[in-house]
C-alpha cells in the first residue's frame, strides 16, 4: 500500500498545472467559421426548435443523457465534517474523475451553498434539466434522506445518494458471498451495525431487501445502542429500534453473525471478535483505521471472514465498485429514477462477477495468481474490467423489467461490446503495473540524481510504496541542497557519491568485475576501475552484482553515451543479437506499444523478425495480447520498393514460425489503428476485426519520429523508452522526461525487476 501522503504532495497534485482535475473538451468540428455557424448562432436554432417540439430530443441534440450532476453542500465531506461548499469541489471533481475513467460518464461538480433543505432541493430541481443524472454526495443525515426522497419523487432522471446507497450495495454483495461460504442462511443471521448515519441506514435497508430479519438487527450510534427506550431518536432511527435488553457494543457482539462497522476506529477489540458466533463476517469500514485492524480481527480466529475500506487487505468495500457503473446502465436506457430492483440487480452482478473465474488482467494489476472465489475474496477487486459489463447491463435490464426504462436495447451483446470499449483504457495500464509494483517493491538506483525531476519522481515512487531505499547517485551536497530546496522528502534513501574518496575500495572492486568481462576487449584493469567513477558505469555494477535491481538514467544526456555503459557492464541477453527501445503509449483508444524508437538505425529483415519477437514476448509478459501491425507507406503489395517488401517478408516470416500470433504487414499506420478501415478494403487481414495494438516501424526515423508525434499531438501520457533485451533491468529515460513520464518507467521497472528476478 502507498505510504500516508504528505501534505506537501497532496496540495501541489491538486495545484500543479492547469488548475482542476476535470476539464470540458469540445466534441464537435469548431476549426472553421462554417462550423462555429453550425455550433452557435444560427445553426443552433434547429436543434433548439426540435427540442421545442419533443422535449427528449435534448439527448439527442446535446450532452444531456451522459452528464451527471454531482452536488454537494460541504456538509458530511469524508472524514472532515462540515466543511462547506467551497472546500468540497476537490472532492467532488475527484468524484467526476472517478465517473469518467471508469464508466466513460462526463460530470459537472456544482457545490450548493445551501444547508435548509427546501433551497437545496429547489436549487437541485431548477438545474436539472442540464443534467441526465444526478449524484448526491457528502450531504449530513438526517437532511440527505429527505433531499433525495424530495428529488426523486420531483425528478424523472437517476438520482442517487451515494454515501447511502454505494457502501449498501457493495456490502450487500460481499455479505451475499461471504454467507455462501460460511454456510448461513441469510434470514438466521444476527447482523450488529456501528453507527447509524446515512450509510448505516441505507446498509440496514438493503440488508433487509435481501433477507435479513429486521429484529435480528441491533444498531449503535455515538449513544449507545438504538433501543426503543429512548426519546432521542430521528424517524430513520426509530426503524431500527430494538427491544432487545443490549446497551453497548461489547454486549452486543456477543454470538453475532455479522458486525457492519461504519464508525471510526479501534472501537473493537479481539475479545469482541471471539464472543461472536462460529464463523463470524466482520465488516469494519471506517476509514483510513477500522474498527478493528486487518491483522488484531484475523489473529483473534481462524474462522473469520474480513472485509474493510482499504485498499491494503483483502476484500475492500469501495463504491467505485458500483457507483460509475449503476449510473452507466440507468442513463443508457434513460430511467426515470434508481429503483430498490435496480440496486438489488447491482448487487447481485457484483456477487456473481466475485465467483467467475479471474481474468488475467487482474492478476496482473494485483500481481496475485491465486485470486479465486473464497474468504479472502468476495468481492470484484476495484480494477477488475468487467464490473462494467457485469453490472450497467443489470440495472440497464431491471430498469426494463421494472418499467422505468425510456428506452430499450436490441443488442445486448453488442452493448456489452460498447461499455467495454469505455472503461478507462488510456490509464488502465498504468494503474495495473503501479498495484503489480506494489505488492513487490524494488531496489532502484538513479544515476541522475542531481536533477530536481528525478528526485520529485522518486519521492512520488516511494510515497506510491513502489520502491525501498532508492539509491541516489551525484555529488551528496548538491542532491542534498536540493532536497532542501524543494522540501523533497525520500524515505530510506541512500547518497552514494562514486567519486568520493570513501568509495575507492568500491571503485576497485567494480572496476574488476568490469575488467573480467572486457579484459580481451581492449580494457585494461587501470581504465576499468576509472571507469567506475563515472555514475552510469557504477550504477549498472550495482544492478550486475545484485546490490539494486534496476536502473534508471538518461534525463540530461543523449541516447548512446548512457547506453554503452549499461551495455558493457551487463550487457544483452544470451539469446538476443541486439536489444531495442520501446514506447508505451497511454492513448485515449487504449495502449500502443512502439519499436524500435530508439536504438537500431537500419534494421535488416532479420532484424525486424527479431525485434518483433522481443517486442510480442514483453507485452506478453505484462499479460497483453500483441496485435501487431509492420508498418509501411505500402498495403499488402500496393507499392513493392526494397522498404516495403522487407516488412511484408518479415511478417510472413514470423507468422510462419509463431502461427497463433496476430500479425500482419506490410500495412499504411492508418488502417493498422483502424479495423473499419481496413475491413472495408482488406478484408483477409488479422487486423480487420480489431485494430493494432503494437506498431514496429521500417527504421529508426520512423519510429522516433511518430512517437515525438503521438506524444505532443495527444499530450500522452508514455511509458519508454523502455529498453528491451538487456540481461538485467536497465531504463534510459528521455531528454526533458516529465515527473509523471519518470514515475511511470520507474513503476515499469520495478514490473520488470519482478519478472526477471523470478
Known amino acids: 500500500m502507498a505510504r500516508k501522503l504528505s501534505k506537501k504532495a497532496a496540495l501541489e497534485y491538486h495545484s500543479r498545472g492547469r488548475a482542476g482535475k476535470i476539464e470540458v473538451i469540445p466534441t464537435k468540428e469548431h476549426a472553421s467559421q462554417r462550423d462555429l455557424s453550425l455550433a452557435y448562432s444560427p445553426g443552433v436554432a434547429e436543434p433548439c426548435i426540435q427540442i421545442g417540439k419533443n422535449k427528449n430530443d435534448v439527448y439527442k441534440y446535446t450532452a444531456k443523457g451522459n452528464l451527471v450532476a454531482v452536488i454537494s453542500n460541504g456538509t458530511a465531506v469524508l472524514g472532515l465534517g462540515n466543511i462547506g461548499p467551497e472546500a468540497s469541489k476537490p472532492v467532488m471533481e475527484g468524484k467526476g474523475l472517478l465517473f469518467k475513467i471508469f464508466a466513460d460518464i462526463d460530470v459537472f461538480d456544482i457545490e450548493i451553498d445551501a444547508t435548509d433543505v427546501d433551497k437545496f432541493v429547489d436549487t437541485v430541481k431548477a438545474i436539472s434539466p442540464t443534467f441526465g443524472g444526478i449524484n448526491l454526495e457528502d450531504i449530513k443525515a438526517p437532511e440527505c434522506f429527505e433531499i433525495e426522497r424530495r428529488l426523486k419523487e420531483d425528478l424523472n432522471i437517476p438520482i442517487m445518494h451515494d454515501d447511502q446507497h454505494g457502501t449498501a450495495i457493495i456490502s450487500s454483495a460481499a455479505l451475499i458471498n461471504a454467507l455462501e461460504i460460511v454456510k448461513k442462511k441469510i434470514d438466521k443471521i444476527k447482523v450488529v451495525i456501528n453507527g447509524a448515519g446515512a450509510a448505516s441506514i441505507s446498509c440496514a435497508k438493503l440488508y433487509i431487501a435481501l433477507g435479513v ?356 557492464v551487463i550487457g544483452k541477453r544470451d539469446d538476443v543479437k541486439k536489444v531495442l527501445g520501446m514506447y508505451i503509449m497511454n492513448t485515449r483508444k487504449g495502449n500502443l506499444f512502439l519499436a524500435d524508437t530508439t536504438v537500431n538505425a537500419n534494421p535488416t529483415e532479420d532484424d525486424i523478425i527479431e525485434i518483433t519477437e522481443l517486442v510480442s514476448n514483453a507485452i506478453k509478459s505484462l499479460r497483453i495480447k500483441p496485435r501487431i501491425a509492420l508498418l509501411s507507406y505500402s498495403n499488402f503489395g500496393s507499392s513493392r520498393t526494397p522498404e516495403s517488401d522487407k516488412m511484408a517478408k518479415a511478417a510472413a516470416r514470423i507468422k510462419e514460425n509463431n502461427p497463433n500470433l496476430i500479425i500482419d504487414g506490410e500495412i499504411q499506420a492508418d488502417f493498422a489503428l483502424n479495423n473499419e478501415k481496413i475491413e472495408h478494403l482488406f478484408e483477409f487481414s488479422e487486423l480487420s476485426e480489431k485494430p493494432a495494438n503494437t506498431l514496429i516501424f521500417p527504421n529508426l526515423e520512423s519510429g522516433n519520429i511518430a512517437y515525438k508525434l503521438i506524444q505532443e499531438l495527444e499530450d500522452t501520457d508514455s511509458i519508454g523508452p523502455i529498453l528491451v533485451g538487456m540481461k538485467k533491468p536497465v531504463h534510459i529515460l528521455q531528454l526533458g522526461s516529465t515527473v509523471r513520464e519518470i514515475v511511470n518507467m520507474i513503476t515499469l521497472a520495478v514490473v520488470d525487476a519482478q519478472i526477471t528476478n523470478k
Open 213 to 568: 430479519s429486521k429484529q435480528n438487527i441491533i444498531m449503535l450510534d455515538s449513544k449507545g445502542v438504538i433501543s426503543n427506550k429512548r426519546e432521542d431518536l430521528t424517524p430513520e432511527k426509530k426503524l431500527f429500534s430494538t427491544n432487545r435488553r443490549v446497551e453497548t457494543l461489547e454486549d452486543s457482539m456477543k454470538n453475532a453473525d455479522v458486525f457492519l462497522g461504519l464508525s471510526k476506529g479501534g472501537v473493537v477489540s479481539k475479545e469482541m471478535i471471539m464472543s461472536m458466533s462460529k464463523r463470524p463476517i466482520v465488516f469494519a469500514l471506517a476509514n483510513p483505521e477500522p474498527e478493528i485492524s486487518y491483522k488484531d480481527a484475523m489473529e483473534s480466529r481462524d474462522d473469520i471472514i474480513m472485509a474493510t475500506g482499504r485498499s491494503d487487505h483483502p476484500n475492500q468495500v469501495n463504491n467505485v465498485l458500483g457507483f460509475p457503473y449503476i449510473f452507466r446502465g440507468a442513463m443508457d436506457v434513460r430511467a426515470t429514477e434508481i429503483n430498490e430492483n435496480m440496486k438489488l440487480a447491482a448487487v447481485k452482478a457484483i456477487a456473481k462477477l466475485a465467483k467467475e473465474t479471474v481474468v488475467d488482467e487482474v492478476n496482473l494489476a494485483y500481481d496475485d495468481n491465486a485470486i479465486s472465489f473464497g474468504k479472502d475474496y468476495i468481492i470484484p477487486k476495484p480494477l477488475d474490467p468487467r464490473l462494467i459489463t457485469a453490472v450497467a447491463p443489470a440495472v440497464a435490464k431491471s430498469a426494463v423489467r421494472t418499467g422505468v426504462a425510456q428506452l430499450t436495447i436490441e443488442d445486448w451483446k453488442k452493448y456489452e461490446q460498447e461499455l467495454d470499449k469505455r472503461f478507462g483504457n488510456d490509464n488502465k495500464l498504468i494503474r495495473q503495473l503501479t498495484n503489480r509494483a506494489r505488492r513487490n517493491p524494488k531496489r532502484i538506483v538513479f544515476a541522475e540524481a542531481e536533477h530536481y525531476k528525478v528526485l520529485k519522481a522518486i519521492e512520488q515512487a516511494v510515497d506510491e510504496g513502489i520502491v525501498l531505499s532508492p539509491v541516489l547517485l551525484g555529488r551528496r551536497e548538491k542532491i542534498k541542497d536540493l532536497i532542501e530546496e524543494f522540501s523533497i522528502e525520500i524515505e530510506n534513501a541512500e547518497i552514494i557519491d562514486p567519486k568520493e574518496t570513501k568509495q575507492v575500495k568500491k571503485r576497485e572492486e567494480f572496476g574488476l568485475h568490469l575488467w573480467q568481462k572486457r579484459r580481451r576487449k581492449g580494457l585494461t584493469k587501470f581504465e576499468a576501475t576509472k571507469l567506475m567513477r563515472e555514475r552510469n558505469y557504477f550504477g549498472s555494477m550495482m544492478v550486475e552484482i545484485g546490490e539494486a535491481d534496476a536502473l534508471i538514467s538518461g534525463i540530461t544526456r543523449n541516447y548512446p553515451n548512457t547506453i554503452k555503459p549499461a551495455l558493457e
